[in-house]
């Protein structure tokens, strides 16, 4: 049973299965949809998590991942685009003893939520942000989005986007949000480890899920996700273990100081014990950063797994800690008197 910090949210009396986590809902995302990839993950591992339904709260924005709190049997709230995460900031600092959660996309998240994001990872809030990301705006039928590619031809980038895409890794890392990894939507079984962890991490989790829009995108992770091709293009990130990669394993990632390199370990001049080992506890978040750059790099694949999780106080202890000294200090305060004292007018 995994204890992520409130011990009030565990519970052994209920044993839930699969199928209480679903509503009565119609699912209603397209035909094929890689949404449907992750309910499922999430409905599959929840009875695991030992939260009780009514102390899990699903909050999302606009766009097809934010129906997400709609099959979900807990609380939820469908909000606004772009401010769930300061929605849920709000729900945590009021309820701390519930278990959170975001579900939101690379348009919700990345463009008009990017400053909301930001901040929530900067102030360590303790909820978990599943970013469904298909590089394009799929509600409003196609759109380029914020991690669209340079050169992206769409509805609004008719002749190709000029625009240079986000890189959510970075942007996370750089944030400070305490746990950052990266999953796809069609491993299930890797996509639900990564939930587990997220959900036992104590601070703001993220996680980008390569996620496939069948209709306005498709394939547009087919590198990364297809069988044929996906073993010689992502690294399966493991805590202590060497980036080794490619079909027959005979690839790897070196490190020059701070320059990664791919090399053969097939043809004698480099071993398996020459790569780099992941540390995903590292405290510098340097080779995090080197690890979210690989996606921008020419030849080099595309980290999955956990990239960086690190311990430190989160913004909602803070903030309940620091009411409690104050109250210890001062006593319970009285607002009426607030409201009368200091500098006051009387209006005849």
Same mark, same amino acid.
Request: hydrophobic share 35%; charged share 25%.
């Given at each position: ?22 509503? *009565? ?6 035909? %094929? ?27 999302? %924005? ?11 049997? =807990? ?29 939101? +996309? ?7 939520? %990017? ?12 909820? !978990? ?9 799929? $509600? ?10 340079? +050169? ?17 890794? *970075? ?6 949000? *305490? ?9 299930? &079984? ?13 601070? =703001? ?6 996620? !496939? ?15 044929? *091709?996906?073993?010689?293009? =992502? ?5 202590? &273990? ?32 020459? $790569? ?73």
């Amino acid at each position: 049973m995994i204890d992520n910090g409130t011990k009030e949210n565990l519970t052994t009396e209920i044993k839930y299965l699969s199928k209480d986590f679903a509503t *009565s809902q119609d699912v209603r995302w397209c035909p %094929g949809c890689g949404d449907y990839a992750i309910l499922a993950a999430m409905q599959r591992i929840a009875p695991e998590l030992g939260i009780k339904k009514e102390k899990m709260v699903w909050v999302s %924005g606009i766009g097809c991942s934010s129906r997400f709190p709609y099959y979900m049997e =807990t609380y939820g709230m469908h909000s606004i685009h772009g401010r769930a995460p300061a929605i849920a900031t709000g729900v945590k600092i009021n309820n701390p003893d519930l278990s959170v959660w975001v579900a939101t +996309g690379d348009g919700d998240l990345l463009s008009i939520g %990017g400053n909301h994001f930001i901040h929530a990872c900067r102030r360590n809030i303790d909820i !978990n942000i599943l970013l469904f990301n298909n590089k394009i705006y799929g $509600l409003t039928k196609g759109q380029y989005s914020p991690t669209s590619e340079k +050169g992206k031809k769409t509805k609004s980038t008719p002749f190709g986007s000029v625009d240079f895409p986000f890189n959510p890794l *970075s942007l996370s890392i750089g944030a400070g949000a *305490s746990f950052i990894a990266r999953a796809l939507d069609r491993d299930p &079984k890797h996509l639900q480890s990564i939930i587990k962890r997220a959900a036992a991490h104590k601070g =703001t989790s993220f996680i980008e899920i390569y996620q !496939n829009c069948n209709i306005f995108n498709d394939g547009a992770f087919e590198l990364y996700t297809e069988k044929e *091709s996906k073993a010689d293009n =992502t690294i399966m990130l493991e805590h202590g &273990k060497p980036m080794v990669f490619g079909k027959n394993m005979n690839k790897g990632i070196v490190l020059d100081g701070l320059t990664p390199k791919v090399v053969r370990i097939d043809e004698g001049e480099f071993s398996v014990n020459d $790569l780099w080992v992941h540390d995903e506890f590292d405290k510098s978040p340097a080779r995090a950063s080197l690890l979210a750059e690989f996606q921008e790099l020419e030849g080099f694949p595309h980290p999955v797994g956990v990239i960086r999780e690190i311990n430190k106080t989160t913004y909602d202890e803070e903030f309940h800690a620091q009411i409690n000294n104050v109250k210890k200090q001062k006593g319970e305060g009285d607002l009426k008197k607030l409201l009368f004292s200091g500098n006051i007018w009387t209006v005849n």
